[in-house]
């Protein structure tokens, strides 16, 4: 643990720009993930959670 550190504090400037340009990466990026927010997608149709969702929704 202490190589660990020791390498990460005396290499500061690489691990910053390591750093900045991975998240400057993710910010280019996050356009492209695909969220679903439909949480019946994720649910099977034979759960109650599921079943109580399309009563409630339906009738």
């Known amino acids: 643990m202490r190589k660990f550190y020791t390498v990460i504090v005396s290499h500061r400037k690489t691990v910053m720009t390591f750093f900045i340009v991975a998240a400057i990466c993710c910010i280019f990026l996050q ?3 695909a969220v679903n927010y439909d949480m019946n997608d994720y649910l099977p149709e034979v ?5 109580f969702l399309w009563i409630t929704l339906f009738f």
């Open 47 to 51: 759960s109650f959670s599921w079943q």
């Open 31 to 33: 356009n492209m993930v």
